[in-house]
């Protein structure tokens, strides 16, 4: 059964529901679907995302918020930040997608461009645009733990999806992290907030999503999970963590770069660290609505030189990025910088890889000191990454 969409326009701060006509809906399945479809009545050539005008859709999909396993999915729809010719498809999972749901709304389509930094606040059939300045620079995490804060319950827990000091800056690649351990990182979608001024939206719902045939989807529901409780390969219990768990085995058989692709022995080296440090790590599987095999973490690291910091999110292919493809071999490290670059609200993989290339460059001496602005970039030198990071969403120096 279908809910409506809840249509913010940022310019001026108007609040609608928005019905879907009901033959779209079935033509154009899922959030995805629905999006390419609206997104495709509204652009025009030369349009970008950076553009007030340009429509920013925040939808789920008909299961999203049900009995279904692994019911979590949502996506953002829009024009691409990074290739402008192409769309933004851009996938998340957690709770957001479910409570959106819960709180009577299939999506959201943002329009407009607020005046200053704001977030959207849904209660229910309540919402509200309320502003964000104070909000603003700050980090991914800090600024779910205080929405959650300010707006949660104990019967009543709130999500929260937002953008963090590179996508403010339309940082190219920036992404937007959902409850500090999802992330929507294709496709540059937080640079169509950021452009926007839209800092989060925050949700709580309280309405169990409308079906058409409730008991007939509680038996789809049990024979969906049975089936993944019996398979033979995979089953989920066995997925959980698996962001980090997964990378051992896969730099074992050399398909984790080292030294941006020109020392594949690295990757090897650091997946044997991993394993050993696995076993160390403070590790708690972190799942999402509905879902079992809950393959994305909170660990504290309690080995190297980072020990003592904590990290949610996927992970592995992060750490990859930010490990042996600097040549970075201390997993603890790679741990740590993944986490950094998700607060700071990065795209996970864009980033890194620009710095691996300078790293390249740097030891190959086609640059040096004069170009980086001082930063020794030499493979390993992580306290140089990580300032490279912040210089980059503060858009100073080699950044």
Not at 80 to 94: E, F, R, Y
Request: with cysteine; aromatic share 6%.
């Amino acid at each position: 059964m279908y809910q409506p969409l809840l249509s913010v326009d940022l310019t001026r701060g108007r609040l609608e529901s928005l019905d879907v006509a009901a033959a779209i809906r079935r033509r154009w399945i899922g959030g995805t679907g629905l999006g390419i479809y609206l997104l495709s009545q509204e652009i025009r050539p030369g349009i970008r995302a950076t553009d007030p005008e340009c429509p920013v859709f925040i939808l789920t999909g008909p299961l999203t918020g049900t009995e279904i396993p692994q019911s979590s999915d949502w996506v953002i729809v829009t024009v691409n930040a990074d290739l402008p010719t192409h769309i933004c498809a851009s996938h998340c999972h957690g709770y957001f997608g479910a409570r959106l749901r819960q709180a009577g709304w299939d999506g959201i389509i943002v329009r407009g461009r607020a005046a200053s930094p704001t977030y959207l606040w849904i209660r229910d059939g309540d919402v509200e645009l309320r502003p964000a300045s104070s909000l603003w620079g700050l980090d991914t995490c800090q600024t779910d733990v205080r929405l959650r804060e300010a707006l949660g319950t104990a019967d009543r827990p709130v999500s929260v999806a937002c953008i963090g000091p590179a996508g403010e800056q339309l940082v190219y690649g920036a992404s937007v992290r959902a409850e500090s351990a999802y992330g929507a990182s294709q496709g540059g979608a937080g640079i169509a907030w950021g452009a926007k001024n839209l800092k989060a939206i925050a949700v709580s719902g309280s309405r169990p999503v409308p079906l058409a045939d409730p008991g007939g989807l509680s038996r789809v529901a049990e024979r969906w999970l049975q089936a993944l409780r019996d398979h033979p390969f995979k089953p989920p219990l066995a997925m959980q963590a698996d962001g980090l768990r997964v990378m051992p085995g896969l730099a074992e058989r050399g398909f984790v770069p080292g030294r941006h692709f020109t020392d594949p022995e690295a990757g090897v080296r650091w997946g044997r660290r991993l394993a050993e440090d696995l076993l160390a790590w403070r590790i708690e599987a972190v799942g999402s609505w509905n879902c079992e095999m809950a393959c994305h973490h909170r660990t504290e690291c309690t080995t190297g030189p980072m020990a003592g910091a904590v990290v949610s999110g996927y992970g592995g292919e992060v750490m990859e990025e930010l490990g042996p493809n600097m040549g970075i071999e201390d997993p603890g490290v790679a741990l740590a910088l993944s986490g950094e670059v998700d607060r700071l609200g990065m795209g996970a993989g864009w980033v890194p890889r620009v710095v691996a290339m300078l790293m390249e460059a740097y030891s190959a001496k086609e640059i040096g000191l004069a170009e980086t602005g001082g930063l020794d970039l030499s493979w390993g030198n992580y306290e140089a990454v990580l300032e490279l990071l912040h210089l980059t969403v503060q858009r100073r120096g080699l950044g």
